[in-house]
Every structure is written in C-alpha cells, then in structure tokens.
C-alpha cells in the first residue's frame, strides 16, 4: 500500500510540473502572440492612415488641375466677350488662346464654331491625340463645366474636358475645349509632383498608372486590400471620383508594404527565439521549485502512512523551516481534531436516525392526518392515518403533486375560506374542510400548519388535519341543550302566569252554567268551557316540556309503542301510497321511558317521515339491541333535509315547512324528551334520497322491577 502511495507521490510531482509547465507555455504563448498581433495592428493601422492620406493627396491634385482648367476657361471667355468684332478673325483668336495654353497645363485646346466646325485646335502631342472633339456632344457645355469623358474602342482613353459657350455681344458663338489626357504620361507627371502611385480605373479596367496593370480586387470599395504586383505586396484603397462614366471612375492609391513585411518577419523571429529560451529556462527551474516544494510533503505522507498503520503519531521532523513546517504542524492539530469529530459525528447521525424512525412511527400512527409540504408546494409525507380516512389505495402515490391539487381532488371548504384550495403560510390560521365517504357520511377536519423550522419560512411546512366531527356534534347538541333548557324555563314561566287568569274563568264559567238557565247561552258557556280546557291542555303539555321528570319511573315496550303510532296516524297518509316496513328485531324492547313520552317521540318522527313523502315511498322501522341501549332506526325515501339545516333542526321554532303546516317544536320536544330518558337521537339525510334517524334509548335489565305509570294517571 505504501508503494502505491509513493507511486503516487511521483505521479503527483510529474502532474505538478506538467500543469506549471502547460500554465507558463500558455502564458508565453498568450504574450508573444499578443504582442506581435499588437505590433501587427500598429504597423497596419499606420500604414491604413498614410493610404488615406495617399489617397486625399491624389484626390486633391485632380480636384486642383480641374480648378485650375476651369479657372483659365473662364478667363479665356471673357477675354474673347470682351474683344471687338473686327478682332474675331481666326488669327487674332489663335493668338489669344495660344497666350492662355502656353500658360496652363493641358494637352489641347479646341474652338468650335456653334455648327460643330472645328476652327482651328493647338496640340502639344498631335501624334497621341484623337479628335475626340469631333464626338462630343456639345450642348453639354452650353455653361462652363469639366468632366470626365471615356473613349472607349480598340485604344481606350480618358479624357478630362472644361469647356464652355462663348457668347459675343455681337451675335457670334463659340465653343471652347481644354483637353487633358488622362495617360500614362499624365499619371507619370503627377507622380513627379506628389510622390503617390496611382492608378485611374473604368468598368475596373486600369486606363492609366505609374506601376503595372493589375485588378482591383472584388470587394475594392472604400476599404483597404492588400493585393501583389510583379511579387511586390501593395496594400491600396480606391475612391470613387465620377460616376457619369458607365461602371465608374476609380482613383486607387497603391503603397508597397514591403518593408513592412520584412520587418514583421524580423520581429516574428525575435519572438520565436525568445519564447524558446524563456521555456528553457522556465522548465529548469519548474523542476528545481517542485522537488523543493513537495520534498516536505514527501515526509509528512511517510509520517501519515506509518500512523495509519500503527496508530501512533511519531515526532515529525521536517528539514526545511518557515511555512511548511507550519503547514504540517497545522495539518497535524487538525487530523488529530478530525478524528474526534468523526466520532461526534456518528454518534449524532445514530441519534439522529433513531429519531427519524421514531418520529416517522409517531406520525404514522398518530390519530390524526399528517402532510408535509416541501417548499415548492409539493407532498413530501403523508401518514396511514390520513390514506385510511380518505380511502386512498396503497399503490395510489399521492406524493410529488401539487397541495392544491389534493386538496381539490378530496376535501370540501368550511366556513370562510374564500381563496380555497390556497394556503396562506405567512399567517398562523386554522382552516375547515369536510369529506364524505362512499356511504355520504360527512367527517369535519380542523387544518393547522406550522414551518417545521420557524426561523426559515422556505422550509417545509407540516400539516394537521384533526377530525372533529364528534366535537361539533357534542357541541352542537350542547347548543340545542341549552337552547331547550331555555326554552322550558320561558315556557314554564309562561304556563304559570296563563293558570292564574284560567282559574279565574273557569270559575265564573261553572257560576254561570249553575245560574243560567237559557239553553242557548248554556251552549255558549259549554263552547267557552270546552276552549279553555284546550288552552289548560296546552299549558300542561308545555309544563310537562318544562319539568323534568324521573324517566326511571316508567319503562314502555317501544314495539307496542310503535304499532300504536302506526295504527293512529293512518289517516295522514291517506291519499299517499306509502308502504309501511317494520322490522323489530328486538328480544328486549323494554326502554326506560314513560309510554305517553315514547308515544310523543314517535309520533312526531313518523309525521315528519310521511309528510317528507310527496305522493309515494316507503318508510321502515328496526329495532335492536346493543351495549345495554336499544337503537331505533327510522327511515324514509322523501325529498330529505339540506346539509346547511341540519345543524338546527333540534332548535325550537325551527322549520322548513310554510307556517300552517308546522310549528317548529317537533323535533326539539323529542330532542328533550330522549336527553331526559338517557337516550340520544341522530340524524342523516340526503337530498332526493331520503332521511334515517336512529334512536337510542336506555332499556330496562331483565329482572329489574319498574312501577308501570298510566298516561292518564300522571
């Protein structure tokens, strides 16, 4: 193992000195090539100005020659304007021109009669000359003007003409011509003048030049090009001077960068020799640097191979002294404090993962549903608990999808939550949802959320979902308890103060039936006793309502009660086509409640099945007993009762029937009737499929003796 690491070692030092020796060849290469480009961009951009200064310089002599033509043209029409008639013979004009070309450089001057009849032409080169006058299209000089005119034929030749119309006061009319010949001479004496080479082009054909023909380059525009003549480089740039010519006139400037290239040549082998020399003496010393710098790490990974393999850390003792001896006294201190924060470390991580098992078995079996949301939103955990309420299959994953559209998908809002399914997670709020299984029976949650680290609102947020369907239910019949528990104190008050002024009249009614002896007004006196009785029926019913009474002292055999119950009420089903199921199943039937209540009871439920039935239905009745209660299940196939009333059907005074069919006491009269005999009563209804409402009552044991109390003896 130890050869390895040395072997390794070496490796290291040849990957070191490789790396440094590739870093310092970039660097020399990144330099040298910099600084010659560098020279390279100077030199061209100084020799691009001195082209177009070339190239102003040339433009501006052209300009200046047919300025100066222009000029003596000018002067020489007035001359002749000016001269009297008797003058105008051909050998005092000849004289005169002659004065004026002797004095201006041109190649010949012309005078045309108006008819286009050449009078008389002064050459300085006859022999080179053609006539191009005699092509002209003279009404092109009506007014003083120089252009530029192309022969073009087997010799082809440019011309540089001024000419103007002379127009005499007397009635006479000339044309006068100074042409120039735009040559090789031409070109060979304006070189003379400005020291410029240069070339004039039509249609890219060289007309005339001081160096040899050559091409003008495709793209010859306003930019500069680099072209060879004779294997001499030039480097020109071309001007536009007349496009009156068809394909144009070019004036291009030419400049041998010869020089130049030698020049950047030499440089370009300064370089080269430099950089190799420079590599030289880099890798020698590359080679020197290394072995100084890693000889120390040469015996501080001996000194760590032999405590790996015995244990032990020897003294180390290191040659060289200032930074590497810090370094390996520092690296010492912190393998040795590694080593203990290794094993702090995997002490926590078993801690650690002990209570993430832990933890994940709580929640797994805590009573409640658990979500964990990650930051984006997403499910990040879900207990058995809540998969077992929503009834969600085991292979369904329900982790990965968006809160929102789980939510969505299983849960109905509660209350005001108006921008469901969103959560707001900056504020501490409860929210309410509901669910319903496949049997349509409703289950309320409570949500809370929390951040599973208060300090960082990014970080995932923990979910619980608590059922409190019992809860509200507990409460709700708390509500109604007290409701009722009101509700019979107001009665009874009331009940009390309508005896006082009943006794009163019945009083006087028994005076009058004693004193009266008109059969007619004995009928009255009956009417009023019968009403009043009625009205003393009624305050007792709403004592009895009132007063609580010991249910322990009568037992009713709620079978017979509700055969009795049938049998009287068959006249509200009269018109309807109802059937009527009864399955008692009960062996011990025996309630410990008084008969007329347990009448009451049902009898108020049965009306309230048959007059949810419109024209035909059905309505069941079972019995059974479990865990000491006997549970009475009534059911019916009416229009049933919304969600949002169920709440507060047990209310007194509260109905969804019209005010003539119902008074609203009903229910909550049962209600308090069944909490005082022990029992309870529950009820679940669908819209458009019915309604079942499940008795409970306390029954008597077998053998347990209860007095039997008459309805009519109370």
């Not at 001896?325 to 912190?334: A, G, I």
């Not at 409701?483 to 009249?505: D, Q, R, T, W, Y």
């Not at 009713?556 to 009420?569: A, C, L, T, Y």
Request: glycine share 4%.
């Amino acid at each position: 193992m130890f050869k390895k690491r040395d072997a390794k070692a070496k490796k290291l030092k040849a990957k070191l000195q490789l790396i440094i020796s590739i870093v310092l060849f970039i660097q020399i290469v990144i330099i040298s090539t910099l600084s010659l480009f560098l020279f390279h961009q100077n030199i061209s951009s100084n020799a691009n100005t001195e082209l177009s200064q070339d190239l102003e310089q040339t433009s501006s002599s052209l300009a200046y020659i047919k300025q100066t033509l222009f000029n003596r043209v000018f002067l020489l029409r007035y001359t002749i304007e000016e001269m009297q008639t008797q003058d105008l013979d051909p050998d005092t004009l000849h004289k005169r021109i002659r004065t004026h070309f002797n004095s201006v450089d041109t190649d010949r001057v012309v005078l045309l009669a108006e008819s286009g009849e050449v009078l008389f032409r002064i050459d300085r080169q006859a022999e080179k000359m053609t006539p191009i006058e005699e092509t002209l299209d003279l009404g092109q000089f009506d007014f003083l003007k120089s252009k530029y005119v192309f022969e073009d034929g087997p010799q082809q030749q440019l011309y540089l003409i001024t000419g103007t119309k002379i127009y005499h006061p007397e009635g006479k009319r000339y044309y006068l011509l100074f042409i120039n010949s735009l040559n090789k001479d031409f070109a060979y004496n304006l070189y003379k003048k400005t020291g410029i080479n240069f070339a004039l082009f039509v249609q890219d054909q060289p007309i005339c030049s001081v160096v040899p023909d050559f091409t003008l380059p495709p793209d010859s525009g306003s930019t500069f090009n680099e072209i060879k003549i004779a294997s001499t480089p030039y480097r020109i740039k071309t001007k536009l001077l007349s496009s009156a010519i068809p394909g144009g006139l070019r004036l291009t400037v030419l400049r041998s960068h010869l020089q130049d290239s030698l020049y950047l040549r030499w440089l370009t082998t300064i370089f080269i020799v430099s950089f190799f020399v420079t590599l030289i003496i880099s890798l020698g010393y590359i080679v020197g640097m290394t072995n100084r710098i890693l000889s120390p790490f040469y015996e501080l990974n001996s000194w760590l191979a032999e405590y790996l393999k015995t244990g032990k850390s020897a003294e180390l003792n290191i040659t060289q002294a200032g930074e590497i001896e810090f370094l390996t006294q520092t690296f010492y201190s912190m393998v040795q404090k590694l080593i203990k924060e290794e094993q702090i470390i995997r002490k926590q991580l078993h801690e650690i993962s002990f209570l993430n098992r832990y933890n994940t078995e709580i929640m797994e079996n805590l009573k409640a549903g658990v979500l964990i949301l990650n930051p984006d939103g997403s499910i990040d955990f879900l207990n058995q608990y809540l998969r077992s309420i929503l009834q969600l299959p085991a292979q369904e994953s329900i982790l990965g999808s968006p809160y929102t559209q789980f939510f969505t998908s299983y849960f109905n809002p509660e209350g005001k939550w108006t921008d469901f399914p969103e959560l707001q997670f900056g504020a501490k709020r409860s929210y309410l949802l509901s669910i319903k299984d496949s049997n349509n029976i409703e289950t309320k949650l409570s949500l809370k959320l929390s951040y599973l680290d208060e300090n960082d609102q990014q970080s995932r947020v923990l979910i619980v979902l608590e059922d409190i369907t019992d809860t509200e239910r507990i409460w709700n019949k708390i509500l109604i308890t007290e409701k009722v528990s009101s509700m019979g104190l107001l009665s009874a008050g009331m009940a009390h103060e309508i005896n006082n002024p009943l006794g009163s009249i019945q009083s006087h009614i028994n005076y009058l039936k004693a004193v009266e002896g008109d059969e007619e007004k004995k009928d009255s006196i009956m009417w009023l006793e019968t009403e009043t009785k009625r009205i003393e029926g009624i305050v007792k019913r709403v004592l009895t309502f009132s007063h609580d009474s010991d249910s322990n002292s009568s037992v009713s055999d709620i079978h017979s009660v509700i055969n009795d119950v049938i049998e009287v009420s068959k006249y509200s089903i009269k018109g309807k086509e109802i059937h009527i199921d009864k399955q008692l199943r009960s062996t011990h039937p025996t309630a410990r409640i008084p008969q007329n209540e347990a009448k009451q009871v049902f009898l108020n439920l049965f009306l309230n099945a048959t007059q949810a039935i419109d024209t035909q239905g059905d309505i069941s009745f079972s019995t059974e007993n479990r865990e000491g209660y006997l549970h009475v299940i009534i059911e019916d196939s009416g229009y049933g009762i919304d969600g949002e009333h169920l709440k507060d059907i047990f209310n007194p005074f509260f109905t969804t029937k019209s005010s003539t069919e119902a008074n609203g006491l009903g229910l909550s009269i049962a209600y308090n009737i069944l909490r005082k005999a022990g029992g309870d009563i529950h009820i679940q209804s669908t819209v458009q499929k019915g309604t079942t409402v499940e008795v409970t009552l306390p029954v008597v044991e077998k053998g347990e003796h209860v007095p039997y109390e008459h309805p009519d003896h109370r």
